[in-house]
Nanobody, 124 residues
Framework: VQLQASGGGLVRTGGSLRLSCATS????????IAWFRQAPGKEREWVSC????????YYGESVQGRFIMSKDSAKNAVYLQMNSVKPEDTAVYYC??????????????????WGQGTQVTVSS
């Protein structure tokens, strides 16, 4: 199982950025996948997830209405469209996948496969 995040960079406040996560070794159609982020000096924070078995997307309160998570099973890819970004969105963003079928999808310990992270910096 491998995940590789990309697409990070420097973006101005109010701008947009699209992160990608290339996956291999598992099917996106039956795996819960998520995005987390970690800012310097802070704990890893759950951003969003797709519970593919029920087709639901969930978002953290801080990104609700601004970020959109999606997946393309044919391309084995997961995306995070970041709109109306704010300086507080600055962090390293990680994609993650879980082999578990039961648990709290909003906590990092639920996920056993992680990408290497991509840096997003929002300038004010």
């Amino acid at each position: 199982v491998q995940l590789q995040a990309s697409g990070g960079g420097l973006v101005r406040t109010g701008g947009s950025l699209r992160l990608s996560c290339a996956t291999s070794g598992f099917s996106l159609d039956d795996t819960t996948i998520a995005w987390f982020r970690q800012a310097p000096g802070k704990e890893r924070e759950w951003v969003s997830c797709i519970i593919t078995t029920i087709g639901f997307e969930y978002y953290g309160e801080s990104v609700q209405g601004r970020f959109i998570m999606s997946k393309d099973s044919a391309k084995n890819a997961v995306y995070l469209q970041m709109n109306s970004v704010k300086p507080e969105d600055t962090a390293v963003y990680y994609c993650a996948a879980s082999s578990y079928s039961d648990g709290d999808e909003k906590v990092a310990s639920f996920y056993d496969y992680w990408g290497q992270g991509t840096q997003v910096t929002v300038s004010s």
